[in-house]
């Protein structure tokens, strides 16, 4: 119970825009898994518009959630209490953190292109093979990482220890998100690879 008394001193539980915040956060992953998998089995938007247009629009969808994502985090930020750090955490360490993020964000983000980074292999657009050279080479899921990294040095740069919850939900998310995206993406290539030698 005390420990719950601590963590209240730095987490304001009754602010809405933390629920709305975490709901965000869980519901783009759910709701592109679910729309990939239909789409993998059914074809349904590939039979209606074609599998690179229906993948564009889900993948700028993926994208415009991201950036509401990130709105709601900031302003459930500022509704959480604010704990002032020294300022080699609160400017350093965060601009570290933020910058190793969007680095793999980014890195990544080139090495797959559009279409492998928004679920283009749900829509049978694959890569040759699958990209194993840097970030991928050292992670196995460096925008996952990366984005988990944004949250931890936004929340360090805002001052607000709820943030650091918050990434911790993030990375939870994500970690959930690959047990299921993982071994349908490796039963995808598979796939591929057996058709290929057959």
Known sequence: MASMGALSSFVDFSQASLYISLFSITASPVAWNLIGRNEYRHKTLTKLIGARVAC??????????????????????????????????????????????????????????????FVGDYFGILQEKRVTSFPFNILDNPMYMGA????????????????????????????????????????????????KNE
Request: with cysteine.
């Open 56 to 117: 564009t629009i889900l993948g700028v969808l993926i994208f415009l959630a991201g950036l509401l994502r990130d709105v709601l985090y900031k302003t459930a930020l500022f509704d959480q209490p604010y704990y002032p750090l020294p300022y080699e955490i609160q400017t350093i360490l965060a601009w570290i953190i933020f910058s190793a993020g969007n680095f793999l964000v980014l890195t990544a983000f080139l090495r797959l292109g559009f279409y492998g980074t």
């Open 148 to 195: 988990t990294l944004c949250f931890v040095g936004a929340a360090l740069w805002y001052e607000r220890p709820a943030g650091l919850l918050v990434a911790l939900y993030v990375h939870l998310t994500y970690a959930t998100a690959l047990h299921f995206e993982s071994p349908f993406t490796d039963m995808i290539y598979s796939n591929k690879a057996s058709r």
